[in-house]
């Protein structure tokens, strides 16, 4: 392993480069860039979940005071496009207009006022007259399925852009699927099979600034988006479409953003916005409210898993069946690609030989799918890792060695990376690091696993218990998605950085920069970090699948490298030495003898304004041909309230194998954030639909994130491994750690009650009907 | 539109403003420039818009701007100064809890309202004070050990 204890900036917790302006409220987000002569954008969304608009009068509207422009079906582009924000072409149909005669959920768009002030807006969008023709909606998996079900894209316009299934006509957005052995027949070989259903909930990311964009007009005619976005650059080519124009004539500008959690892996506002500015001339901004984020932005999608695996009693794991159906929603942009990795980052974590995977994405007449964090493993974990413990209580095992005796480890490989690619066969591979191992040892001594108590020994009212669950995710999009960074000397020695990488709060600026300076011998505040802008910086596929420390960084690391090599080419004719004889060291160019050495920013004024000048630069660009999964052991200890089925968390302990972690206090805090999500997520948060479609909670406190009362004692552990292929060792770490909170929490609660849960959220009534059905 | 004028003293310097009648006290600060003051749910569920009135932690949100009247407010423009950052700010940065930064201006606020009040306050009264700012990115992990380094720089009189 390679060390990373001679590190001077890898692997230390440098200041984050943004936190003291952030923390200053320094004007730094959309909403604080906006001009203050913008228009403001009121939508008139749908009130039905499905229905057809007959008719649309817009013309009183129009003449409302304040109004500059209505847009709605009649007066836009109508060219099908797909919103999710992933590589090109997209492995998603192209089911979306930017207005449509149809509406498909309660909340799609209708029609767009544009005015001087949003309660202009507003009252305009009151005076549009919609004549709907009402369709019978879809909001289940089965009705979905059911032959002869409404369709919900009828459409003939729609089409998926590269060969993958599509069959709206049966409201099948896309289907996946694998086998390895032969299932049936390991289901025969166990002692033991089990056949179970789990059900997931709708949930939604709720990053603390909604979504907002604003777009205005350069004076060369240009259109220059603001957006709170992750992916500027998939941005920028989808808007293009949807408004027919050459991708050139747009500009995208990433500033910092309030959080994301992958709800903003997604075009959703900027198209109106860029048409609204370009029928008006002025800048356009639309942020939506709180009820608007939760009913009309993405979401997490609800999927039913139907799990079967086959035991012996000697503890190896016979068979694994997984048949899973992804709600999409009304839109399917990422439905492939969640589902796809509801297997792909979950199948490989055990030794299984027979194997069966069938997945559908469906469309529903209910709020739309989108990327978040965790993106089909979080769903699917809650079912396995809870069977997991299923298995081993029946075989008579400690969960903990159950797992242990079955988990993948280093130099294996597994059908599923090959099986289940995105849109085309994924990446075969063979595991490097993984400190599985020593996360769960870790993990367990904290949380005090030997003292863990088998359910009947308990007693009383309040009952604790200890849950466990392990996970792996991925480190990128393996050759699919790149990303590239750009890196300049200035006179003083100092360097920018440009990345269209895109920082959403992650702290990936901090860290790009800490690769870079790793590389360069120098430290991370010489570097002037710019992330990210279409016009400025090179491309990046934006920030999704755990990719940017691994893909981009090892951009950046190369790039760095180049500038190093171009550094001592100079150092050298100025030493009169030969490159071979030469290092860099604390932003120097020295002789490895140490006798001799010339600062960076003396070889920078000389190249810059002395002798042979050039600029001291270079641009890289980095594909993986591996997505290496981190690992995590993460362990709970609960309360529950047998009489109310009230579950308090008392303690939660992640391990974590995220290769080096680049900026230990920036793992550390992506992986807390990720875990009182998954708390929340298993705790409390779910959408609740009105039988017409319509969200019912929508506000925080009707859909109810955590706050710091609930927070329970988090503790991280970060366990090193060295994963030779990522920069400087490094894997991803923001996204596994969202993966426990169902699993572990649910274990836990078994270990205290009795009682399983197989539907998320555990809500008190839930608990406590499976604690009553456990007493049958 | 009816326009009205009311003072109230900002950050220290008695300020006028002409509002609408309607207005909250959020659009107030930020129409004049005082953009710290963030928003995530213009319903006081969120805490990002918290500013202090009178010593304690309000949504300016729901404040209405009239109500500001002849108080005394205090935003996140008004801690700290050039060089270095009020210690509530210092804290936050050096234990990692500044993540997105969105909640950040309206957890300062919060916090120095409580601190203001309760120079070393217990779990429970951290707990009670904080409760209403909600943080999506950290968990709220490094958001109470920053909390407790304040209040332990506290006890030891000031002195890190
Ligand atoms: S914006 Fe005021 S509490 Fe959320
Ligand atoms: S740091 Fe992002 S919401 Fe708190």
Not at chain 1, 388 to 400: E, F, N, R, S, Y
Request: charged fraction near 25%; hydrophobic fraction near 35%.
């Amino acid at each position: 392993m390679t060390s990373v204890d001679k590190m001077k900036v890898v692997h230390h917790s440098v200041r984050k480069v943004d936190a003291e302006a952030l923390s200053r409220g320094k004007h730094l987000f959309t909403g604080d860039l906006t001009p203050a002569d913008a228009l403001h954008i009121k939508m008139l969304w749908s009130p039905h979940a499905h229905a057809r608009i007959k008719s649309i009068d817009v013309r009183a509207a129009e003449k409302m005071p304040g109004v500059r422009c209505v847009l709605y079906h009649g007066n836009v582009p109508k060219i099908p496009h797909c919103t999710a924000g992933q590589g090109y072409p997209e492995p998603s149909p192209y089911d979306t207009l930017m207005f449509d005669t149809k509406v498909r959920y309660v909340g799609d768009r209708v029609a767009a006022v544009v005015a001087e002030t949003p309660e202009q807006a507003l009252d305009a969008v009151g005076a549009i007259k919609v004549d709907y023709e009402v369709l019978k909606p879809v909001f289940d998996y089965d009705e979905a399925l059911r032959d002869g079900a409404p369709i919900i894209h009828d459409e003939k316009e729609s089409y998926v852009p590269i060969p993958i299934p599509y069959e709206p006509q049966k409201n099948i957005v896309a289907k996946i699927g694998m086998e390895a052995g032969d299932f049936a027949k390991g289901m025969k070989e166990a002692d033991f099979t089990f056949d179970q259903v789990f059900e997931t909930p709708y949930a939604q990311h709720c990053p603390i600034e909604g979504y907002i964009s604003w777009a205005q007009l350069n004076p060369y005619g240009r259109i220059v988006i603001t957006t709170s976005t992750q992916v500027p650059f998939h941005t920028r080519r989808i808007v293009a479409r949807a408004l027919d124009v050459p991708v050139q004539k747009i500009r995208v500008i990433k500033p910092r953003i309030g959080g994301g959690f992958g709800c903003k892996q997604e075009m959703l506002l900027e198209d109106v916005v860029a048409l609204a500015a370009l029928r008006t001339g002025r800048p356009v901004l639309w942020a939506l409210t709180r009820a608007e984020v939760f009913r009309s932005g993405r979401t997490r999608h609800p999927m039913r898993i139907r799990v079967r695996y086959g035991v012996k009693k000697n503890g190896d794991i016979t068979a694994i069946g997984l048949d899973l159906i992804n709600n999409t929603g009304a839109y399917g942009g990422h439905g492939l690609t969640v589902m796809s990795c509801a297997g792909s980052k979950v199948l490989p974590l055990y030794h299984v030989n027979n194997i069966h995977f069938d997945a559908k994405s469906i469309y529903t007449n209910l709020p739309v799918g989108g990327a978040y964090r965790g993106f089909g493993a979080t769903q699917a974990y809650f079912a396995v890792e809870s069977m997991i413990d299923v298995m081993a209580d029946k075989i008579g095992m400690d969960p903990l060695a159950f797992r242990k005796r079955n988990h993948i480890v280093s130099g294996e490989s597994h059908p599923a990376f090959e099986a289940l690619g995105e849109g085309k066969p994924g990446a075969p591979m063979t595991i490097g690091s993984c400190a599985l191992d020593g996360c769960i040892d870790k993990g367990a001594a904290e949380i005090g696993w030997s003292k863990r108590t088998p359910p009947g020994s308990k007693t009383g009212r309040y009952r604790r218990g200890i849950g466990m669950s392990i996970h792996m995710q991925g480190s990128s999009v393996p050759e699919i998605d790149m990303g590239a960074a750009s890196l300049k000397i200035n006179d003083d020695g100092s360097f920018n950085l440009n990345v269209g990488a895109t920082d959403l709060g992650t702290g990936s600026d901090t860290v790009l920069a800490q690769i870079a300076a790793e590389e360069l011998a120098t430290t991370t505040d010489k570097f002037i970090v710019y992330s990210s802008d279409t016009d400025m910086t090179p491309f990046d596929k934006g920030a999704y699948a755990s990719s940017t420390t691994y893909l981009t960084g090892e951009a950046v690391r190369k790039a760095a490298a180049k500038v190093k090599s171009q550094l001592i080419r100079v150092g050298a004719e100025i030493l009169r030495k030969k490159p071979e004889e030469l290092d860099v060291d604390d932003a120097h160019v020295v002789t490895k003898d140490g006798s001799a050495k010339v600062s960076y920013k003396d070889i920078a004024l000389r190249t810059l304004y002395e002798t042979e000048q050039f600029q001291i630069a270079a641009i890289e660009s980095h594909v993986t041909h591996k997505s290496p999964p981190p690992f995590a052991a993460h362990f709970v200890e609960v309360e529950v309230d047998m009489e109310t089925g009230k579950v308090r968390v008392i303690k939660y302990v992640a391990a974590v194998d995220c290769g080096t972690a680049i900026n230990p206090q920036l793992s550390e805090g992506q992986t807390e954030g990720a875990v009182l999500n998954g708390i929340s997520y298993a705790l409390t948060e779910e959408y609740r639909f009105d039988g017409m479609g319509k969200m019912m909670n929508a506000s925080f406190t009707g859909y109810n994130i955590l706050t710091m009362r609930d927070k329970p004692e988090i503790k991280t552990i970060l366990v090193p491994s060295y994963e030779e292929t990522g920069p400087f060792g490094a894997k991803s770490v923001s996204e596994i750690s969202i993966n426990g909170g169902m699993p572990a929490i649910a274990n836990a609660i078994y270990n205290a009650t009795g009682a399983r849960v197989y539907r998320a959220p555990f809500t008190q009534e839930r608990v406590w009907r499976a604690i009553q059905e456990s007493k049958k | 539109m009816n326009k009205k004028t009311i003072s109230f003293t900002l950050n220290g310097e008695s300020r006028e403003f002409d509002i609408d009648p309607n207005e909250r006290l959020l659009g107030l600060l930020r129409r004049n420039g005082f953009k710290g003051t963030k928003y995530g749910c213009l319903e006081g569920t969120c805490g990002a818009c918290t500013v202090i009135m009178d010593g304690k932690a309000v949504d300016s949100c729901l404040v209405f701007a009239f109500q500001a009247h002849g108080r005394n407010v205090v935003t996140i423009e008004g801690l700290g100064d050039a060089g270095t950052p009020h210690e509530i700010q210092q804290a936050l940065i050096e234990e990692g809890a500044v993540q997105c930064g969105y909640c950040t201006p309206g957890m300062v606020l919060s916090a120095k309202a409580m601190f203001d009040e309760t120079p070393t306050p217990d779990d429970e009264t951290i707990r009670l004070h904080m409760d209403g700012n909600l943080c999506r990115c950290t968990g709220y992990e490094k958001i109470w050990s920053a909390m407790k380094k304040v209040s332990a720089k506290h006890e030891r009189g000031g002195k890190r």
